[in-house]
């Protein structure tokens, strides 16, 4: 069973960090490219960041470039996406995906699997 499972979400104040997790069970993540999206209430859901399979080019929408980085950890099955100089408006629900053709895009239709989110909130 194809299994794509966050965490690492929660509650931090403007200017902090949160580092999410992306970890995949029943089949291997690094033929996969994987993107980060998040939906806000009320909102499309966005694609954030993503990265190839192989060459690992990565991806940022310009809302988070420079303070957002994906990166991935093939050995365990893992992508990362460590957030700094959170905001407010960062606030969302965060998905990951996967695509088997393992190209990135932070487009959602690309993606065939989807984790079930987790919950970021930016307060102070």
């Known amino acids: 069973q194809v299994q794509l499972v966050e965490s690492g979400g929660g509650l931090a104040q403007p200017g902090g960090s949160l580092r999410l997790s992306c970890t995949a069970s029943g089949f291997t993540l690094d033929c996969y490219a994987i993107g980060w999206f998040r939906q806000a209430p009320g909102k499309e859901r966005e694609g954030i960041s993503s990265i190839s399979s192989r060459s690992g080019n990565t991806y940022y929408t310009p809302s988070v470039k420079g303070r957002f980085t994906i990166s991935r950890d093939n050995a365990r099955d893992t992508v990362y996406l460590q957030m700094n100089s959170l905001k407010p408006e960062d606030t969302a629900v965060y998905y990951c995906?996967?695509?088997?053709?393992?190209?990135?895009?932070?487009?959602?239709?690309?993606?065939?699997?989807w984790g079930q989110g987790t919950q970021v909130t930016v307060s102070s």
């Open positions: 995906a996967a695509d088997p053709r393992g190209r990135a895009s932070l487009f959602p239709s690309r993606y065939d699997y």
